[in-house]
């Protein structure tokens, strides 16, 4: 018996963070669309799960990315009223670090040139006020009200069932195995079937270079190790007492969010230990990975550093400058991809799933997104080499 065969307008590969985004954009828009994805919907190996992601209009990369961050905002709160639960949670959002280093320096920036209300503090008002930080005292801190964090794996399911209930089709644990162009559009193989379609958007994760090999270079996938720590001081580390936050210090940039959904307060240091990987052979979590989280949190959020709660690896897919990539492929006009959102992307994926969405249909989108191309690596090797 021959495998199957299906017809779609638009098949998206990896129904992760901006994949479910994206196939929700297309079938609300009356298209035919197939979401594939090789494991479970949501699923723990890759990067869209760790229950809670930051969010937050305080852009300390780029000012540049507030229109996005606005349109993603929006996009958000309409989701979250058609979900089945709370998605986004307000907290407020700290960036707090030295006053000449780029991530404080960069907050300021941020709320200034968007005229984003926030307030300044040292490290040790800022300590005054929400006990959980112990800052040292010559530390700037930028708090801005905006900030919040989204129930990561619950933000997926939404935008999946919202896909659903407008038509389209999303399968879990189909592995592509291979796709190509046709003249008449494109082609893509599994192990269970082989789907046609109009358009094809891959929105693979740290899979990105494989299923699109002019990808291996330009979407790097590194090992990264979260943390849960029970505080000591629980009343201090609720939604309602500690802000979200990043934190620049001599060991690194850290980030954390409150105790929600499971036991402990949440922390990651960004770029962890720097490791290149197989997204296929991920190491799991070592006693190494949580002597770096654990001493951060004795040092600077001394309350929380209670006994560990549970250790789990994610991915960062890193591009050669940290910027994202969403573009039209240049010598292949009916693939789109997203892909080297370098860990801090998730609170983007649905402006991102919206320009996705134009990308395949149109080949072009009203969101600024000239900055997201891959012409301008121009052969440019890996971030992290």
Same mark, same amino acid.
């Given at each position: 018996?021959?495998p199957?065969?299906? %017809?779609?307008d638009?098949?998206?590969v +990896?129904?992760g963070?901006? /994949?479910s985004?994206?196939?929700? @954009? ?6 035919d ?7 479970d ?9 760790g ?9 300390y990369e $780029? ?5 996005l ?5 929006e ?19 700290v ?6 280093g780029?991530?404080y320096?960069?907050? #300021?920036?941020?709320?200034r040139? @968007?005229?984003l ?5 040292t490290g ?6 929400y006990?959980?930080? $112990?800052?040292?005292a ?9 900030g919040?964090f989204l &129930?990561? %794996?619950?933000?997926?399911?939404? @935008? ?21 162009t046709?003249t008449?559009? #494109? ?7 082989r789907?046609t379609? $109009?358009?094809?958007v ?8 494989e299923?699109?090999? %002019?990808?291996?270079t330009?979407?790097v996938?590194e090992?990264?190790v979260l943390?849960?720590?029970q ?8 939604p %309602? ?15 954390a969010?409150?105790?929600? +959904? ?8 960004? &770029?962890h230990?720097?490791e290149?990987v197989?997204?296929d ?19 600077y959020?001394p ?5 560990t ?6 991915l ?5 400058d940290?910027?994202?990539v969403?573009?039209?492929?240049p010598?292949d006009?009916r #693939?789109?991809?997203a892909a080297g959102?370098? /860990? &801090? ?5 649905p ?5 996705l969405? $134009?990308?395949a ?9 000239d900055?997201?191309s ?5 052969g ?5 080499g």
């Amino acid at each position: 018996m021959s495998p199957r065969a299906a %017809e779609y307008d638009v098949v998206v590969v +990896g129904v992760g963070a901006m /994949g479910s985004a994206a196939t929700y @954009h297309l079938a609300r828009r009356g298209h035919d669309v197939l979401g594939l994805e090789r494991y479970d919907v949501p699923h723990s190996r890759g990067s869209s799960h760790g229950v809670t992601r930051i969010v937050r209009k305080t852009s300390y990369e $780029d000012p540049a990315h507030l229109p996005l961050l606005d349109r993603a905002y929006e996009l958000w709160h309409d989701l979250d009223e058609s979900a089945t639960s709370d998605l986004i949670h307000g907290t407020g959002y700290v960036a707090a670090g030295p006053r000449d280093g780029d991530l404080y320096r960069g907050a #300021v920036e941020a709320c200034r040139t @968007h005229d984003l209300e926030h307030e300044v503090l040292t490290g040790a008002a800022l300590g005054d006020r929400y006990p959980g930080y $112990d800052l040292p005292a010559e530390f700037g801190a930028v708090v801005q009200p905006d900030g919040g964090f989204l &129930h990561a %794996e619950q933000c997926i399911v939404a @935008h999946v069932e919202a896909a659903h209930r407008h038509g389209a089709d999303v399968r879990a644990r189909e592995a592509v195995s291979g796709w190509e162009t046709t003249t008449n559009g #494109v082609s893509v193989r599994t192990e269970k079937g082989r789907y046609t379609a $109009d358009e094809l958007v891959v929105t693979a994760g740290a899979w990105a270079g494989e299923v699109v090999p %002019e990808l291996e270079t330009t979407a790097v996938p590194e090992r990264q190790v979260l943390g849960w720590f029970q505080p000591t001081s629980r009343e201090d580390f609720q939604p %309602e007492t500690f802000p979200v936050c990043s934190i620049a210090s001599p060991e690194g940039h850290f980030y954390a969010t409150p105790v929600y +959904g499971v036991p402990g307060l949440k922390l990651g240091k960004h &770029h962890h230990l720097g490791e290149t990987v197989d997204p296929d052979d991920v190491a799991d979590p070592r006693p190494a990975d949580e002597r770096v989280l654990r001493s951060f949190t004795e040092r600077y959020l001394p309350g929380a550093a209670g006994p560990t709660m549970g250790l789990d690896t994610c991915l960062y897919t890193n591009s050669p400058d940290g910027e994202f990539v969403v573009d039209v492929l240049p010598d292949d006009p009916r #693939v789109t991809v997203a892909a080297g959102f370098s /860990g &801090h992307g998730f609170k983007f994926s649905p402006v991102v799933g919206e320009v996705l969405a $134009d990308l395949a249909v149109h080949g072009e989108s009203d969101h600024p997104t000239d900055r997201f191309s891959l012409d301008r690596f121009d052969g440019a090797g890996s971030v992290l080499g």
